[in-house]
């Protein structure tokens, strides 16, 4: 009977001291001094050990820390605030998180007489950086790498939602990587949509096709993605040359002028940059209109078309012979029908006067024989 009685007063014990667990999110980042503290209080001092899954974390006792028996996977990267544990300050700095650490954390602390544990949950996040869309040979591919936990891909075509097989990878780290194809056929003039979806955060990005044809000297237009407010950096590429485009909004200019490959280009707010007097061979190509946002991608893509002058003369030399051709043609015709109709107009007229010339002859030859 005490036996049974010592028993539930200990576990008594130790659910008033243990209490509900604390939940902390840190992010994963690649700056090697950033730090996640996992928070613990205790006036117990004396011995501390911090335990995830039956693992030494870190444990000090003696005054200092002893970590002969720490786990592998913690070595180099845990210490305590040393200076203030008189104070009760027992949290533990976990340095260069991974998604591996995610879990959940004891703090254990006690003296001679008396003992607390605490616990803690770890959530680790490693955001989104870039997705990475494009035209491949297969049609558009939505990629993005190394993100946790682990994400989802939606695809839209003019904003209607779209099924798509998505194909997921993690590595050795516990980062994950996906990556999709829209699965439809890929034409000009409309805009597909790649949303990567986590727990906490949506990025989308979009890629729109057009197509371009001026002559030498004319002026480009190229259009940009349009967004609320003109949020985001505007990106102008052409090959590996780009230049970076921007609103003034204290001076709420209606367009931005700049020069960029010799060329003169304005910026509209509503999204249109117009390049001046392009005429060589050498501006023929692709540009791409980029604009970013901490969650957004948004690219436009032109393939611009610039027909030469000689061209353009053997384009209406041909377009002049075509139609002189067809006039020609169409002359023939009418005369060649107008020809038919006279010649079954004679015919029809022989054909009729024939039985006339006949029956006058029988008529004469009567009279001789009376």
């Given at each position: 009977m005490k036996q049974q009685i010592w028993t539930f007063v200990l576990f008594w014990l130790i659910s008033l001291s243990t209490g509900a667990d604390i939940t902390v999110t840190c992010i994963s980042t690649s700056v090697p001094t950033s730090v996640c503290v996992l928070p613990c209080t205790s006036p117990y001092n004396g011995v501390i050990h911090w335990e995830k899954d039956e693992k030494i974390v870190h444990s000090f006792f003696k005054k200092a820390d002893q970590l002969a028996y720490q786990d592998a996977d913690f070595k180099d990267r845990t210490s305590l605030f040393q200076d203030q544990i008189p104070q009760g300050n027992i949290s533990l700095m976990l340095r260069k998180i991974r998604p591996k650490d995610e879990g959940r954390y004891?703090?254990?602390t006690a003296t001679d007489s008396d003992n607390k544990e605490q616990f803690v949950l770890l959530k680790v996040r490693v955001p989104l950086k870039q997705v990475d869309l494009k035209k491949t040979n297969e049609g558009i591919s939505c990629v993005a790498k190394d993100i946790y936990p682990k994400p989802g891909i939606s695809w839209y075509r003019d904003k209607s939602p779209v099924e798509s097989f998505v194909k997921t990878t993690v590595d050795k780290e516990g980062l994950f990587s996906v990556s999709s194809v829209f699965p439809q056929s890929v034409t000009e003039n409309t805009t597909y949509i790649c949303s990567i979806n986590t727990e906490e955060e949506i990025f989308t990005a979009s890629l729109r096709k057009e197509r371009a044809e001026i002559y030498p000297g004319q002026d480009a237009t190229i259009?940009?993605?349009?967004?609320?407010?003109?949020a985001g950096n505007i990106t102008l590429w052409f090959g590996e040359s780009?230049?970076?485009?921007?609103?003034?909004?204290t001076t709420q200019q209606s367009t931005i002028k700049d020069q960029w490959r010799g060329k003169t280009l304005h910026l509209a707010h509503d999204g249109t940059v117009t390049i001046h007097n392009l005429g060589s061979a050498e501006d023929t190509g692709t540009y791409i209109c980029e604009r970013t946002t901490a969650q957004s991608r948004y690219m436009v893509e032109t393939s611009l078309k610039i027909t030469s002058a000689s061209h353009h003369v053997g384009t209406g030399v041909g377009i002049a012979l075509g139609v002189?051709?067809?006039?020609?043609?169409?002359?023939?015709?009418?005369?060649?029908?107008?020809?038919?109709k006279k010649e079954e107009k004679a015919a029809k007229v022989s054909t009729e006067g024939k039985p006339a010339i006949r029956e006058n002859h029988c008529e004469l030859e009567t009279l001789q024989s009376s």
């Open positions: 004891k703090c254990y259009h940009c993605p349009v967004s609320k407010e003109n780009f230049i970076k485009l921007s609103y003034s909004q002189l051709l067809l006039i020609i043609i169409i002359a023939g015709v009418i005369f060649w029908k107008k020809r038919g």
